[in-house]
């Protein structure tokens, strides 16, 4: 894929100081991985202008936000917003939306896990998209766990079956949108189920979906706030079925 941004109205307000894309990433504990993912995406959007990326201090106790004031003395495309109580993943991701100034918003996690360089891939695709107000851009994992790849498609299956829309790779990073998107979504959730409700979102409003591969390795630093282990994924699955079935509850109301 070619690198820049293909549209010359684009390419014009990049030069005027405005903001064209915004990346939101909600961080909560993610003391160890701050640096390395603000160098990556130092190095992932180089010279390019009208790019922020939001770092969401989702109430992290691990004195994640003084590391975030100093990267963004250092990254000048860094913004940093602060949330004192973390009520939840989906919350992170909505006030880091909520605040970007961007036209294209999307958010992606802080785990390091999606490289920044192929999070950057996904910005190129819906800033090159002919209408870009009608697409949605997700990542689509590679090289994954036969278990994971297992767990995944279970969700992907019960979900469809339950929403009456095809949905794969659910959880994958990053996700791209124009930010009229951003009224459709009215009030997500505040938890993981944030990912299902965009995507199924996007899917009921017949919007373009654009899959994309990206890498996904072990994570370097740290401990996941969910990914623990068997009981984890347990309490996760528990927690999506009991979304999935209200969210359909919501809708057929909404149908009478």
Not at 133 to 152: S, W
Request: net charge positive.
């Amino acid at each position: 894929m070619k690198t820049g941004f293909r549209n010359e109205n684009r390419e014009q307000a990049m030069t005027a100081g405005k903001t064209l894309l915004s990346i939101a990433i909600p961080c909560y504990n993610e003391g160890e991985n701050l640096w390395p993912l603000s160098d990556g995406f130092g190095r992932a959007i180089g010279k390019r202008k009208g790019i922020e990326v939001v770092l969401v201090d989702n109430g992290s106790k691990d004195g994640s936000d003084a590391i975030m004031g100093k990267i963004a003395k250092k990254h000048g495309f860094v913004r940093v917003v602060k949330v004192k109580e973390n009520t939840g993943y989906g919350n992170g991701i909505w006030q880091g939306l909520r605040a970007a100034k961007g036209e294209f918003l999307g958010w992606c996690h802080a785990d390091m896990q999606t490289p920044p360089q192929d999070i950057m891939r996904g910005a190129e695709i819906i800033l090159g998209a002919r209408d870009g107000k009608n697409v949605f851009v997700k990542g689509e994992r590679r090289a994954r766990p036969l278990f994971d790849l297992f767990f995944t498609a279970g969700m992907g299956v019960f979900c469809s079956a339950i929403l009456g829309k095809w949905l794969f790779e659910i959880n994958a990073q990053p996700n791209f949108f124009h930010k009229s998107f951003m009224r459709k979504l009215g009030s997500p959730p505040s938890d993981f189920s944030f990912d299902l409700y965009a995507l199924y979102i996007a899917k009921k409003g017949e919007m373009e979906i654009i899959r994309y591969p990206v890498g996904f390795g072990k994570r370097e630093h740290g401990e996941s706030s969910w990914n623990s282990g068997l009981a984890a994924k347990m309490k996760f699955i528990k927690r999506t079925i009991g979304f999935t079935l209200k969210l359909r509850e919501s809708l057929g109301q909404k149908n009478d």
